[in-house]
C-alpha cells in the first residue's frame, strides 16, 4: 500500500517527482522524510518515538525546498551538487566517499557469498548483516544441484529479500565478491531488460546464446527495483574482510547441509554411535 500524501504536501510530493522518485513506491510517512532529507541535503532529527507523526518535519522541508526558505544548507539541484567554495573541501569529500566504500558509517552493511563443490554440484549459499560494525543477523542455505553462479546469484537475491522483509528505509550497502553478480546487476541487467530480456545487439558469438540464470535475475531485478536506497558493490575476496569471510563460512555451512546422505553414510553414523554407547 502507498503512502497517502495529506493536504498540503502536494508542492513537496510533485518535488519528490522531479528528482526521479517513484512516489507511488514510498509506504510511510517515516520512508517519505527520508528520501526528501536525503535528496535536498537538509538535516533534521527525526522524532525518538517511531510512532510519532512526522508531518511537521515534511511541512518544514517543504517550505525551505519548495518556498525557498532560508536554511544553512542550499538544495542541491539533482545532477549538480552543492559544492562549497572553501579550500579543501572537495578532496575532503573525495576522501570520505573512498573511506566509506567498505564501511558507510550510517548504513546498515550486508556481506553475501555463494559456493560450489564440484562446479557444478552441491552449493551452498550465506549472508550477514552488520549495523555498526556489530553482525545483527546471518542466513545461509543450500542445493545438492547448483552451479557457482547460481548459489552467488541466490546469496545476493536472499540479501535483498532481508532488506525487504525488515522494512526499513535507511540506505544499505550491499558487499558480493562475485564480479559476474555485481557487473551483471549494475551493467548488463539495464541492457538485458530493454532489449526485451536478450541479447539482441550483442557480438555475433553471443546475440543467440540465452542468457544463463535468467529466472533468477529477474528476480534480483525486481527485488532491487522495490528497494531504490540498497546499492550492490563489489568486494575483494579472501581478503581478509571480517564481513567477506563471515559469508562465505556461511555459504560453507549452507553447502555442508546440502550434502545427500548416502546408505553408506548412514552405516557410518550408525557404527560410531554404536561404539559412543
Known amino acids: ?42 538535516r533534521f532529527k527525526f522524532p525518538a518515538d517511531r510512532s510519532a507523526p512526522l508531518f511537521p518535519l515534511l511541512k518544514r522541508l517543504q517550505d525551505i525546498i519548495c518556498a525557498g526558505a532560508s536554511t544553512s544548507r542550499p538544495v542541491p ?18 576522501r570520505d566517499r573512498k573511506r566509506s566504500t567498505m564501511s558507510p558509517p550510517d548504513a546498515l552493511v550486508i556481506y553475501c557469498d555463494g ?25 545461509f542455505g543450500g ?4 552451479t557457482n553462479n547460481q548459489m552467488e546469484l541466490t546469496g545476493l537475491l536472499m540479501a535483498l529479500a532481508w532488506v525487504t522483509a525488515s522494512a526499513t528505509v535507511e540506505r544499505v550497502v550491499i558487499f558480493c565478491d562475485s564480479q559476474y553478480a555485481v557487473t551483471g546487476l549494475n551493467q548488463w541487467v539495464p541492457g538485458w531488460k530493454a532489449k526485451g530480456w536478450n541479447r539482441k545487439g550483442e557480438n555475433a558469438s553471443e546475440k543467440n546464446k540465452a542468457i544463463a540464470n535468467l529466472d533468477l ?32 563460512e556461511l555459504a560453507g555451512m549452507g553447502r555442508a547441509e546440502a550434502v545427500p546422505v ?11 554411535y554404536s561404539a559412543r554407547v
Not at 564440484?118 to 543477523?137: C, F, H, T
Not at 542445493?143 to 547448483?146: D, L, Q, R
Not at 535475475?217 to 571480517?242: M, N, Q, S, Y
Request: aromatic share 10%; hydrophobic share 35%; net charge positive.
Open 1 to 42: 500500500m502507498s503512502y497517502v500524501w495529506p493536504a498540503g504536501l502536494e508542492p513537496l510530493r510533485n518535488w519528490l517527482k522531479v528528482q526521479g522518485v517513484d512516489v507511488k513506491s514510498i509506504v510511510s510517512e517515516r520512508q517519505a522524510a527520508f528520501y526528501v532529507q536525503k535528496l535536498s541535503d537538509q
Open 143 to 146: 542445493t545438492a544441484t547448483a
Open 77 to 94: 539541484t539533482r545532477g549538480q551538487p552543492f559544492q562549497s567554495k572553501k579550500k579543501g573541501r572537495r578532496s575532503r569529500i573525495k
Open 217 to 248: 535475475w529477474k528476480l534480483i531485478d525486481k527485488t532491487r527495483d522495490e528497494l531504490p536506497f540498497v546499492k550492490v558493490k563489489w568486494v575483494k575476496g579472501h581478503a581478509g574482510t571480517v564481513g567477506n569471510e563471515r559469508a562465505d
Open 115 to 139: 559456493c560450489c563443490e564440484p562446479n557444478p554440484g552441491v552449493g551452498g549459499w550465506g549472508y550477514a548483516v552488520y549495523r555498526d560494525g556489530v553482525e545483527i543477523d546471518a542466513r
Open 262 to 272: 548416502t546408505s553408506l553414510d548412514l552405516i557410518r553414523q550408525q557404527l560410531d
